[in-house]
């Protein structure tokens, strides 16, 4: 994992990684622990240095959160919370808006844009369909 590391610049390459990595990650996990944390670890790092590198929003978003939030409930816990916070808060607005719980950020720690604006004033005026 550290040769991708240097060469991962793109969405479309880590994606590519992840597709290569993922697949085997509860093997890992069984044979070797620490090396998924370590895994969690570099994905977040390499999602900073994508966020940085893309000047627009990442089209691959959702389907990355996902996967982080597949691996935190099924595979870490909270184990790497304290090495992921400060990357989570590094990526912009968006993405910490949509993995503020896998570090548990309030909506008010999380800077506010145009976009996250509008999708956090959704979010807490939306009320389930019973409710009125």
Do not use: W
């Not at 389907?63 to 919370?81: A, E, P, Q, R, S």
């Not at 993995?99 to 506010?112: K, V, Y």
Request: overall charge neutral.
């Amino acid at each position: 994992m550290e040769k991708f590391v240097p060469v991962i610049k793109n969405e479309i390459q880590l994606l590519f990684v992840c597709h290569l990595v993922m697949p085997f990650l509860q093997r890992f996990n069984s044979e070797k622990p620490p090396l998924v944390c370590k895994l969690t670890i570099t994905l977040y790092e390499l999602l900073e240095v994508v966020d940085k590198a893309t000047p627009g929003d990442l089209i691959y978003m959702d389907i990355f959160c996902d996967l982080l939030y597949h691996i935190k409930y099924m595979f870490t816990g909270d184990i790497v919370k304290n090495e992921i916070e400060a990357k989570i808060r590094n990526l912009r607005p968006i993405l910490q808006l949509r993995l503020r719980f896998i570090t548990h950020l309030n909506l008010e720690e999380i800077p506010a844009s145009s976009s996250s604006k509008s999708t956090t004033s959704q979010a807490q005026n939306a009320q389930p369909s019973g409710m009125m």
